[in-house]
């Protein structure tokens, strides 16, 4: 799964979304990797996409999967629980 989530962070630097959006979720979805990277990184993605809703769902997602809990913490509270 690994070279899957990292094609997909790769996708979305060079900003290629479509792609990116389709290894993460092949990562989020079809394999049983728990850790919360990909929703992490499917988070920001989207949010920078003006798909604030979904993006923080995914956010959310991570951090209940405890992934960088305190940085993705903070970060989900300063893009999705401001006015």
Do not use: P, W
Request: glycine share 4%.
């Amino acid at each position: 799964y690994t070279h899957y989530e990292n094609a997909a962070i790769a996708y979305n630097l060079s900003e290629k979304y479509q792609k990116a959006e389709e290894l993460f979720d092949l990562v989020i979805y079809e394999s049983n990797v728990d850790n919360g990277k990909s929703e992490f990184y499917k988070g920001i993605m989207l949010i920078k996409l003006d798909r604030k809703l979904e993006g923080c769902n995914y956010l959310k997602k991570a951090i209940d999967k405890k992934y960088a809990l305190s940085s993705s913490t903070d970060i989900y509270y300063n893009l999705c629980k401001t006015n």
